[in-house]
């Protein structure tokens, strides 16, 4: 489980003024609405906020997201709902960073709301099943009447300009008799910058419409929308198909209907009392009840619960059928509250397993997805690896041809994070600045492609977009703001001349792959006009570029996300620095071209950047660059302003690590999330099996240098340099050859890392066959 709890829902209202027929709260097991207060005093806000400020004080919490929600929250009416985010506010603001959502069917939403959640940073989420036909199927006034005309008004209220980014998205509910497709275009109707489809709440005791007619018909339906979505472009970000991919990265999927990862959230009911997700009232009378309140309790004691516990313990709460299913780490056995059976309570697959295995498979087939445009406007790339390259990369090397496949796996990666990230509610400068840049890339993407392209794949565009944009990461608007350095940095390199507001770090604005320019003042933002090369801004600080036919890379000393972790990296290099440093770097580079020119040829192929960082005397140019998500990107130690003494060594490292890294993100290395870590020669402790494979991919790559340098040592040589020499490559050797089997014996490679680990078995056995040195012991799995 989560060490914290950083989502909340807060019932504000009991009541609700539609009549649902499908709605959990009032027409499931559960009907303790009948007994609870009708509103959320302003006490109970008040005690909740100093609950959940106590935890984020104990436990560092960066951010929380809160949720208003009910019945229908907007029940309250602005002057009572003003009080309750007030209060909230009051209490949460000088502590923690607070998300303010609201969910609501909409059919209420005004002018008064709209401006109440403008003024404290509200994002609205509404609630509508599709057309006319689909939404009137369930969503009724209780009298029959229809609520979809109310519905499309407080959308098209949302979609005006001055309350656009107050509009979080649009909930659907799925009903096998609607006509999928007819449901997804009029949602896209809306224009919304999300959405999500629930799988509507049962169990095994009262199962979901149309369950077991057709074997799968829930994933059936949701296959339709995903196959039109990708026709389409993926025109919008759909978050369960989104948490189904993240899911089957090993990444957090930020949702609990699917994924192993933990997703902490409590709920707060109209009386103060603590309760547990909210589809548990879809089980049985009581079933989220904890017998806690925000008055007696901490969230301390709350996560000590133990149904709070077994929804948050991955693997280990999940019944047999689900640990022997070979998608349980995409769908995670589903939500907990669809598992329930009268007969043995939660110990059983989901109500909708056959559905979610279904997705699981049809949604991840794609790896590691489809990306267009970041405003959705080109077709969905399809992404695989030349023939024969995966068995070069583990061969050492790899291919020219596959690393720049992999360059392109990453480019979509980097558009699917700015298509689908977050956007700041609020109009401060540095939000008007994200959006304007959002706008204008869109645009630009749509008529220079080529130069979009050519910015994404700058490597710390991807290191910002993973940061700041993936969902469920916590950002400052300074950092959204960034975007619009990207559609400027287009705009130079497609020759267009515009003119817009740019986030200041430090005295300088940044153009991502180019450089910065210094500005006047003290704002948050200052506006840029950009009129191409010929002519760049005032201050302009360009970032250099490394000319060598061996190495044509630019050094950046400049982009604000460059920094590794635990790394300082070193700013603007003077030019007696400069010009030592790109005299060590052409050398390595001439080096690697002459001693392993396979290994040269692929690193030419996809190194774009060298970040120069700051070194301690003990560094001698070995500790790793702390930016895995910054592909193409390697950086080197200087000490004292010089290049430390084995570049060629560094840049070999730094870009096998970065080609794994992109690698496993195409292909499953090993099975489980929970794997058990493994003995490596020369550590003190177990390490992730991750981890494992970069050390044993960087030792054979630096075993290859050494034997090469080994082999090229002049006559006459003396013998200490010899010894040294040799002494190198065994040590590389060794380590690689006792890691290979470590990882082997661990007995938890996936398919694709047991033929990574025998390409590389064999990479290091034909090392050993060539050298003229006595082989390395080797350790054997015990059978």
Known sequence: MRPFIDQFVLKVHGGCDLACDHCYIYEHADQSWRVKPRVMTPVIAAQTGRRIAEHARTHRVPAVRITLHGGEPLLLGVSRLRDIIETLRGVLDDTVRVDLHIQTNGVTLNDRFCRLFDEHGVRVGVSLDGDRSSNDRHRRYANGRSSHARVLRALALLRRPEFRHLYAGILCTVDLENDPIAVYEALLEEAPPRLNFLLPHATWANPPPGHGSTPAPYGAWLRRIHSRWLADGRPVPIRLFD???????????????????????????????????????????????????????????????????????????????????????????????????????????????????????????????????????????????????????????????????????????????????????????????????????????????????????????????????????????????????????????????????????????????????????????????????????????????????????????????????????????????????????????????????????????????????????VDHGTAVYGTPRAFGAAGVALLDGAPDTDIAATLLREFQRTKLTALMDMYEFFTAESSLPVEVPHRVRPVPIRQAFHGLYAHVSLAELWQARSACLPAGVPRGEMINVETAFQYHHEQADRTVDALVAAGALAPAGVRFATGLRAAIDRQAGRSPLPAAPRLRPTP
Not at 379 to 408: I, N, Y
Not at 560 to 587: K, Q, V
């Open 243 to 617: 948490a189904l991919v993240a899911a089957s990265r090993g990444e957090s999927s930020g949702s609990e209907a699917v994924g192993l990862r933990p997703v902490a959230l409590a709920v707060v009911d109209t009386d103060g009392s603590w309760e547990q997700a909210d589809s548990l009232k879809t089980a049985y009378p009581g079933a989220p009840t904890t017998g806690m309140t925000v008055f007696t309790q901490s969230l301390d004691q709350v996560m000590g619960h133990p149904g709070m516990a077994a929804r948050n313990e991955g693997h280990a709460n999940l019944c047999k059928t689900c640990l022997a299913c070979p998608v349980v780490h995409i769908c995670g056995g589903g939500l907990y509250a669809h598992r329930y059976r009268p007969e043995n309570g939660f110990d059983n697959p989901s109500v909708y397993c056959a559905d979610l295995r279904f997705l699981a498979s049809e949604v991840t087939a794609i790896r590691p997805g489809t990306a267009g445009s970041p405003g959705g406007g080109h077709p969905p790339v399809m992404h695989q690896l030349p023939k024969g390259a995966f068995d070069a990369l583990a061969d050492g090397a790899g291919t020219v041809d596959g690393v720049r496949a992999l360059q392109e796996v990453q480019l979509s990666m980097t558009r699917a994070l700015i298509a689908g990230g977050a956007q700041s509610a609020g109009r401060s400068d540095l939000t008007v600045a994200a959006a304007i840049g959002r706008e204008l890339l869109i645009e630009l993407d749509s008529r220079h492609p080529a130069a979009t392209a050519e910015v994404l794949r700058h490597p710390f565009v991807q290191t910002w977009a993973v940061r700041c944009l993936r969902e469920g990461t916590s950002c400052r608007e300074r950092d959204l703001a960034h975007i619009a350095g990207l559609a400027a940095a287009v705009a130079w390199r497609a020759g267009v001349t515009t003119r817009l507001p740019l986030p200041v770090r430090a005295g300088l604005v940044h153009l991502p792959g180019l450089g910065a320019s210094r500005v006047a003042g003290d704002g948050a933002t200052a506006i840029v006009s950009v009129e191409g090369a010929d002519r760049p801004p005032a201050g302009w600080i360009e970032i250099r570029q490394l000319t060598a036919g061996s190495l044509p890379v630019t050094v950046d000393d400049l982009d604000p996300y460059r920094l590794g972790h635990d790394r300082t990296a070193w700013n603007r290099l003077s030019p007696p620095r400069w010009e030592a440093w790109r005299r060590a770097l052409s050398e390595a580079a001439d080096e690697l071209s002459r001693l392993i020119p396979e290994y040269a040829g692929a690193l030419r192929a996809g190194l774009r950047t060298i970040v120069p960082l700051r070194a301690t005397p």
